[in-house]
C-alpha cells in the first residue's frame, strides 16, 4: 500500500479513492484559469473527490522559440494564488530552475519536477528541501525502477511528500507508449502513483514545431490505469482545446467531464474494494 498523503483538501494514496490532477497545461490568461478552477471545485464537491489544480506558469520546455510559454514566474504565481484563495483548492505546477524554487514554495503546495529533468539533483533537493510536495514527472528515457534514485534524492532531505508520475516512454519517433507494469513498479516505492493520461498519448514534437496528440486515447488509457489501481490521474484540461496556445491536441475539454469521470470512479470503487495489491 502506498502512503497517504494530504496537500489542502486533497488526500490521496493509500486505498483512498482516485484523486484528480487537473488544469490547463499553461496559464494563457487570468479569467480563463478561475473559470476552470471554479468548474473543477464544484466538479471534486459533486463527486466527492479530491482536486489539486495544475497550469504551468511557464512551459520552458517547449519544442520551438516562438512557442507560447504563458505568464512567466510573477505572474503566474499570482494567479495560482488566487486560485488556491479564491477556491481552496491546491496547486501545482512546474519548476525548471533551482532559482524559482523558493518564490514557487510560498504559493505552490507541490513542486512539479519536469520529466526531462528528473534526475537533475540541484533541483530535486532544492524542491526537496522546502518541505512541499514534489510530483516528479518519470522521465520518457526512464526504466520505472529508475526513479528509486531519484526518490532517494528527496529523502535523503527528510522529505517524504512525494507524488511519482507516469507519462509514457518514447517509442521510436515522436511517439510515446504505456507500459502499464510501469504503474505497479512505481507503487512499490511506496508512494502515491499518478497516470499522466494527456501527456502520455502526445506525439512530442510530431507537428514540427509544435507536440502533436492523440485526445481520442485519454479515455481508454485512463481507464486501464485505474482498473491497475493508481492514486490520482492527471489531466489537462482546456475550455476550447483545439483553440489552447499549449498541448491543444492531447487536452480534454471541460464538456463531458463529469461523465468521464463518474465511469472511471465506478472502475475504482470495484479495484479499491478488493484491498490492496489484489491479483
Same mark, same amino acid.
Given at each position: 500500500?502506498?502512503?497517504?498523503?494530504?496537500?489542502?483538501?486533497?488526500?490521496l !494514496?493509500?486505498?483512498?479513492s482516485?484523486a484528480?490532477i487537473?488544469?490547463?497545461?499553461v496559464?494563457?490568461?487570468?479569467?480563463?484559469?478561475?473559470?476552470?478552477? %471554479?468548474?473543477?471545485?464544484?466538479? %471534486?464537491?459533486?463527486?466527492?473527490?479530491?482536486?489539486?489544480?495544475?497550469?504551468?506558469?511557464?512551459k *520552458?520546455n517547449r519544442?520551438?522559440?516562438?512557442s507560447f510559454?504563458?505568464?512567466?514566474?510573477?505572474?503566474?504565481? *499570482?494567479?495560482?494564488?488566487?486560485?488556491?484563495?479564491?477556491?481552496?483548492?491546491?496547486?501545482?505546477?512546474?519548476?525548471?530552475?533551482?532559482?524559482?524554487?523558493?518564490?514557487?514554495?510560498?504559493?505552490?503546495?507541490?513542486?512539479?519536477?519536469?520529466?526531462f529533468?528528473?534526475?537533475?539533483t540541484d533541483?530535486?533537493?532544492?524542491?526537496?528541501?522546502?518541505?512541499?510536495?514534489?510530483?516528479?514527472?518519470?522521465?520518457?528515457?526512464?526504466?520505472?525502477?529508475?526513479?528509486a534514485?531519484?526518490?532517494?534524492k528527496i529523502?535523503s532531505c !527528510?522529505?517524504?511528500?512525494?507524488?511519482l508520475?507516469?507519462?509514457?516512454?518514447?517509442f521510436?519517433?515522436n511517439?510515446?507508449?504505456?507500459?502499464?507494469r510501469?504503474l505497479?513498479?512505481?507503487?512499490?516505492? !511506496?508512494?502515491?502513483?499518478?497516470f499522466d493520461?494527456t501527456h502520455?498519448v502526445?506525439?512530442?514534437g510530431?507537428?514540427?514545431?509544435?507536440?502533436?496528440g492523440?485526445?481520442?486515447?485519454?479515455?481508454?488509457l485512463?481507464? *486501464?490505469?485505474?482498473?491497475?489501481?493508481?492514486?490520482?490521474?492527471?489531466?489537462?484540461?482546456?475550455?476550447?482545446?483545439?483553440?489552447?496556445?499549449?498541448?491543444g491536441?492531447?487536452?480534454?475539454?471541460?464538456n463531458?467531464?463529469?461523465e468521464?469521470?463518474?465511469?472511471?470512479l *465506478?472502475v475504482?470503487?470495484?479495484v479499491?474494494?478488493?484491498?490492496?495489491?489484489?491479483?
Amino acid at each position: 500500500m502506498t502512503s497517504e498523503l494530504t496537500f489542502g483538501g486533497c488526500t490521496l !494514496g493509500g486505498e483512498r479513492s482516485l484523486a484528480l490532477i487537473a488544469g490547463p497545461c499553461v496559464i494563457e490568461n487570468e479569467a480563463a484559469t478561475l473559470r476552470i478552477a %471554479g468548474h473543477l471545485k464544484r466538479l %471534486g464537491e459533486e463527486l466527492g473527490i479530491g482536486v489539486i489544480f495544475k497550469a504551468s506558469y511557464d512551459k *520552458a520546455n517547449r519544442t520551438s522559440v516562438g512557442s507560447f510559454r504563458g505568464p512567466g514566474l510573477e505572474k503566474g504565481l *499570482a494567479i495560482l494564488a488566487k486560485v488556491k484563495n479564491e477556491f481552496g483548492l491546491p496547486v501545482l505546477s512546474d519548476v525548471h530552475e533551482t532559482s524559482q524554487v523558493e518564490p514557487a514554495a510560498e504559493v505552490l503546495d507541490i513542486l512539479q519536477i519536469p520529466a526531462f529533468l528528473c534526475r537533475q539533483t540541484d533541483l530535486l533537493l532544492a524542491a526537496a528541501r522546502t518541505g512541499r510536495g514534489v510530483n516528479v514527472k518519470k522521465g520518457q528515457f526512464l526504466a520505472p525502477w529508475d526513479l528509486a534514485n531519484t526518490v532517494a534524492k528527496i529523502e535523503s532531505c !527528510g522529505n517524504r511528500n512525494i507524488l511519482l508520475t507516469e507519462r509514457g516512454n518514447s517509442f521510436g519517433y515522436n511517439n510515446l507508449v504505456v507500459d502499464m507494469r510501469s504503474l505497479v513498479i512505481l507503487r512499490e516505492l !511506496g508512494y502515491p502513483v499518478v497516470f499522466d493520461a494527456t501527456h502520455s498519448v502526445q506525439l512530442p514534437g510530431g507537428q514540427g514545431k509544435a507536440s502533436g496528440g492523440e485526445r481520442r486515447f485519454v479515455a481508454p488509457l485512463s481507464r *486501464a490505469a485505474v482498473a491497475v489501481g493508481v492514486d490520482a490521474l492527471f489531466w489537462e484540461l482546456h475550455e476550447e482545446p483545439d483553440k489552447a496556445l499549449c498541448d491543444g491536441p492531447n487536452s480534454l475539454p471541460l464538456n463531458g467531464l463529469r461523465e468521464r469521470l463518474e465511469a472511471l470512479l *465506478a472502475v475504482d470503487r470495484i479495484v479499491k474494494s478488493k484491498g490492496p495489491h489484489h491479483e
